[in-house]
């Protein structure tokens, strides 16, 4: 009798510690494995995720007591979904707009950049792992145990949120109902001087953000143009800053057409309202110049739509003699592309409305590749020591812009009027960088040709 009361006694102690052994091994799938390698990047900086760890959690309690390749499935399912929004959120793109952007991923080069390839291997590595614990029973059912899954989950999600919570408004930055529009286009008054006297060049670079709290950056940005004697005497200064919501093509939108919204409604219908159609009707030559493929994004199409009467990218760059870049985006070398539109210009035997979308600063930006961002100290020693990233996307504005003031201070440079900006904020992945940048507004700078250009004389 005493033997059989001690058996009796032992069995639930038995069952509570496999229970918690199923437990354990659940934690370490779908709490610890799904999260980890986004939880190493908290202190770098990431775009928000506690929903996502929420749903990793839901899937794995939903799931646990199926079959093998069903509970697998679902691990995959919820890692790439991450994943996905992960990038997504550090390019300020919603999930709707990066699945419809993937149709687009032949024609880059990821490869080109460390941090691309890093993310690659770790997430193959924990698809891997998984693969071995998933085999592991995890199909607990003490309903203690259940409520304890719970409370793991919603405590991680907090810790996201909480260590996330100075990076509001970096992310997912997409136009709000009723947001107050604003653009270089509009604001800087480079829109209305379209009056068939002048050429009108309009240069959006790409990730040119406005530095936040740094006047050793803001003093840099447009340095090659404001502090050129040459280009001081030819042209009056104006800056300031225009909101941004999205990415490039938005910025894009914003620009050209004065309203916030994105290129996809464009593949299908016209669009009069936009600047490039508007000043067409007023004799205007209308020239789009982008320094990547045609395909990427359809501008072969849309750009048509908005009143581009001509189209010219990368493949047509090179071939009129600018070199090729790499990196993430290989394509022309932006630094030699002011000299193909002063020649344009030049040879222009009408008022042109001339657009270009620079290419080489998006990131990342990576050494090597004839980018000549290697020795970016030329440009910030300061910089290259605490923000190498930085560094060699400044080195690439200041390229462009020390190419492009060669080019309009010389005496026969046509009248026009110049204005760049910024498409988005630079999108960098860590905190350090990040926040050395507004998450709210991109920079402008307009140069007006002096009066010379207003006493009636047709742009030569």
């Known amino acids: 009798m005493t033997t059989l009361t001690a058996n009796v006694n032992h069995a639930p102690a038995w069952r509570v510690d496999d229970e918690l052994k199923k437990f354990g091994n659940w934690l370490l799938i779908w709490v610890l494995l799904a999260n980890i390698g986004f939880v190493a990047m908290w202190f770098s900086?990431?775009?928000?995720?506690?929903?996502?760890?929420?749903?990793?959690?839901?899937?794995?309690?939903?799931?646990?007591?199926?079959?093998?390749?069903?509970?697998?499935l679902s691990f995959v399912g919820i890692l790439t979904f991450s994943s996905l929004k992960f990038v997504g959120g550090l390019f300020n793109l919603d999930m709707s707009s990066l699945l419809y952007s993937l149709q687009f991923f032949a024609e880059i080069k990821p490869a080109n950049s460390v941090?691309?390839?890093?993310?690659?291997?770790?997430?193959?590595?924990?698809?891997?792992?998984?693969?071995?614990?998933?085999?592991?029973?995890?199909?607990?059912?003490?309903?203690?145990?259940?409520?304890?899954a719970a409370i793991m989950v919603i405590s991680l999600a907090a810790v996201d949120m909480w260590m996330g919570q100075d990076m509001r408004g970096h992310y997912f930055r997409a136009a709000p109902e009723g947001a107050v529009f604003g653009s270089a286009t509009g604001d800087s008054g480079f829109a209305a001087r379209a009056?068939?006297?002048?050429?009108?060049?309009?240069?959006?670079?790409?990730?040119?953000?406005?530095?936040?709290?740094?006047?050793?950056?803001?003093?840099?940005?447009?340095?090659?143009?404001?502090?050129?004697?040459?280009?001081?005497?030819?042209?009056?200064?104006?800056?300031?800053?225009?909101?941004?919501?999205?990415?490039?093509?938005?910025?894009?939108?914003?620009?050209?057409c004065g309203r916030w919204g994105d290129y996809y409604e464009l593949l299908d219908r016209k669009d009069e309202k936009c600047l490039p159609a508007a000043l067409g009707r007023k004799g205007y030559d209308t020239l789009a110049m982008h320094s990547f493929t045609a395909s990427f994004f359809k501008r072969e199409k849309?750009?048509?739509?908005?009143?581009?009467?001509?189209?010219?990218?990368?493949?047509?760059?090179?071939?009129?003699?600018?070199?090729?870049?790499?990196?993430?985006?290989?394509?022309?070398c932006d630094r030699q592309i002011p000299k193909q539109i002063a020649a344009k210009l030049?040879?222009?035997k009408q008022p042109t409305f001339l657009y270009w979308l620079t290419l080489n600063s998006h990131l990342p930006v990576p050494s090597g590749l004839n980018l000549n961002v290697d020795n970016c100290e030329r440009v910030s020693v300061l910089l290259k020591t605490e923000f190498p990233?930085?560094?060699?996307?400044?080195?690439?504005?200041?390229?462009?812009?020390?190419?492009?003031?060669?080019?309009?201070?010389?005496?026969?440079?046509?009248?026009?009027?110049?204005?760049?900006?910024g498409d988005h904020m630079p999108p960098y992945f860590d905190r350090h960088h990040r926040t050395q940048f507004d998450p709210g507004h991109v920079p402008w700078l307009y140069l007006?040709?002096?009066?010379?250009?207003?006493?009636?004389?047709?742009?030569r």
């Open 115 to 148: 941090d691309y390839i890093a993310g690659a291997i770790a997430i193959l590595f924990v698809m891997i792992l998984a693969w071995k614990l998933l085999r592991r029973d995890s199909n607990f059912a003490r309903p203690m145990l259940i409520v304890g």
């Open 448 to 459: 007006r040709r002096k009066d010379e250009a207003d006493k009636g004389v047709a742009p």
């Open 195 to 256: 009056n068939g006297k002048r050429h009108l060049v309009l240069i959006v670079v790409e990730a040119m953000g406005v530095p936040k709290d740094n006047p050793d950056m803001s003093k840099l940005l447009f340095a090659p143009l404001l502090d050129n004697p040459a280009v001081q005497s030819r042209y009056e200064f104006k800056r300031g800053t225009a909101p941004y919501y999205n990415s490039t093509t938005a910025g894009e939108i914003r620009e050209l």
């Open 389 to 421: 990233q930085i560094c060699r996307q400044f080195a690439i504005y200041h390229d462009i812009q020390t190419a492009l003031a060669s080019e309009i201070a010389g005496a026969d440079f046509p009248d026009a009027d110049i204005l760049l900006v």
């Open 45 to 72: 900086g990431a775009p928000p995720r506690h929903m996502d760890i929420v749903y990793a959690g839901l899937i794995g309690l939903v799931v646990k007591r199926m079959p093998f390749i069903v509970r697998y």
């Open 346 to 348: 030049k040879a222009a």
């Open 302 to 332: 849309w750009y048509p739509n908005i009143g581009f009467a001509k189209r010219e990218f990368g493949p047509d760059m090179m071939k009129a003699g600018a070199e090729k870049c790499g990196g993430v985006f290989p394509g022309a």
